[in-house]
């Protein structure tokens, strides 16, 4: 009876510190990429600004668990994304998965007035977590998958409108 109370009160005690440790790190996640980009800023916001677009530049955008349904939403798979807003030099988009998490995407396009040989395509994803341990320690795996993702993409973005 003894290590049957000892296993109960170790397995809340290390719950509760996992808990504690958790909480360590912060309730937002941002991960950003940018790229530099020989183009007219009317080229890439095009690019942008329409989902329809996006399967030129977004990796898996031609896979047959995405349809797009207009030049502001498409199903990506698990994912929603909605176009929100669109202002001359940024485009943010909602993306919620299934289980109605969101993720806040923001891609920001800076220079290209006259006299500028290029334009800064910034693109970042904001996410909130919650205060689950599990959530809070997956939050560390956010850059390296998301990051990689949104370099590739906007490589092709940049390669797509420099040929």
Same mark, same amino acid.
């Given at each position: 009876m003894k290590l049957i109370k000892l296993g109960v009160i170790s397995v809340l005690v290390l719950g509760v510190i996992i808990t504690l440790i958790?909480?360590?790190? &912060?309730?937002?996640?941002?991960?950003?990429?940018?790229?530099?980009?020989?183009? &007219?800023?009317?080229?890439?916001?095009?690019?942008?600004?329409?989902?329809?677009?996006? &399967?030129?530049?977004?990796? #898996?955008?031609?896979?047959?668990?995405?349809?797009?349904?207009?030049?502001?939403?498409?199903?990506?798979?698990?994912?929603?994304?909605?176009?929100?807003?669109?202002?001359?030099?940024?485009v943010v988009s909602t993306w919620t998965?299934?289980? #109605?998490?969101?993720?806040?995407?923001?891609?920001?396009?800076?220079?290209?007035?006259? #006299?500028?040989?290029?334009v800064v395509v910034q693109w970042q994803f904001v996410q909130q977590i919650g205060w689950y341990p599990w959530e809070r320690f997956s939050s560390m795996m956010n850059d390296k998958i998301m990051g990689t993702m949104m370099e590739q993409n906007l490589q092709s973005l940049k390669k797509n409108l420099e040929k």
């Amino acid at each position: 009876m003894k290590l049957i109370k000892l296993g109960v009160i170790s397995v809340l005690v290390l719950g509760v510190i996992i808990t504690l440790i958790g909480l360590l790190f &912060p309730s937002t996640v941002l991960v950003s990429r940018a790229v530099d980009i020989k183009a &007219p800023k009317d080229s890439i916001k095009s690019k942008i600004i329409d989902i329809r677009q996006w &399967p030129v530049w977004v990796n #898996g955008m031609n896979d047959a668990s995405v349809s797009i349904e207009s030049a502001s939403k498409a199903k990506l798979g698990n994912s929603l994304v909605q176009i929100t807003q669109i202002t001359d030099s940024t485009v943010v988009s909602t993306w919620t998965s299934l289980n #109605g998490q969101q993720q806040l995407s923001t891609i920001r396009l800076i220079g290209g007035n006259t #006299g500028q040989a290029f334009v800064v395509v910034q693109w970042q994803f904001v996410q909130q977590i919650g205060w689950y341990p599990w959530e809070r320690f997956s939050s560390m795996m956010n850059d390296k998958i998301m990051g990689t993702m949104m370099e590739q993409n906007l490589q092709s973005l940049k390669k797509n409108l420099e040929k």
